[in-house]
Antibody, heavy 122, light 110 residues
């Protein structure tokens, strides 16, 4: 079955960077775009961007341009999200999610990782 | 402030029906597919509806979606206590160039 398993919780100081992994299994890694979505307490989800695991192409929400980097390692079917220059309002649960489309983006997500809590605090 | 507007909360008795609305604009709901998710505390969001009105396998037909113009709705019939969760709509916004989510609606089953 399709699984997305994320790395564990992180506590970071303001100004630091965090890198979250999303290991996939149960399907061909290069067949579906992967997205990253975060949700801060009391707020709705916020889309951060996507990566094409096949060719490595990426697209980021303008809000995160210059601070977020999405990468992937096809040899281990894993995607990564790195967010730099962390601020307290970056504290949130970060999710990876698999796009429903095969080789194209539908921006609709049937499979999600379990979420990674990132706390930014001095 | 979310681009997509949802009521903060809805409630209904077990066994009854509830409808959650999602209001947007021509650049998002009006021109793109809408999906719906629910999220239980501490659990990842789960897709309930995609392409406005389609259900993924495993989602019961108690859940249905519809779209008209710049508004979408999620209907849940025969409410169960296990349906208590936060519900979110989402769609692509062509003007902003981002996937946008509603602020979420908390469903309480009385």
């Amino acid at each position: 079955q399709v699984q997305l398993v994320q790395s564990g919780a992180e506590v970071k100081q303001p100004g630091a960077s965090v890198k979250v992994s999303c290991k996939t299994s149960g399907y061909s890694f290069t067949d579906h775009y992967l997205h990253w979505v975060r949700q801060a307490p009391g707020q709705g989800p916020e889309w951060m961007g996507w990566i094409n695991p096949d060719r490595g192409g990426t697209s980021y929400a303008q809000k995160f341009q210059g601070r977020v980097t999405l990468t992937r390692d096809t040899s281990v079917s894993t995607a990564y999200m790195e967010l730099s220059s962390l601020k307290s309002d970056d504290s949130a649960v970060y999710y990876c999610a698999r796009d429903m489309g095969s080789t194209s983006n539908w921006f609709q997500f049937e499979y999600w990782g379990q979420g990674t809590v990132v706390i930014v605090s001095s | 402030q979310s681009v997509l507007t949802q009521p903060p909360s809805v409630s209904a008795a077990a066994g009854q029906k509830v409808i959650i609305s999602c209001s947007g604009s021509s650049s998002n709901v009006g021109s793109n597919y809408v999906s719906w998710y629910h999220r239980l505390p501490g659990i990842a969001p789960k897709l309930l509806i995609y392409d406005n009105d389609k259900r993924p396998s495993g989602i019961p037909d108690r859940f249905s979606g519809a779209k008209s113009g710049t508004s979408a709705t999620l209907a849940i019939t025969t409410l169960q206590t296990g349906d208590e969760a936060d519900y979110y709509c989402a769609t692509w916004d062509g003007s902003l160039g981002v996937l946008v989510f509603g602020g979420g609606t908390t469903l309480t089953v009385l």
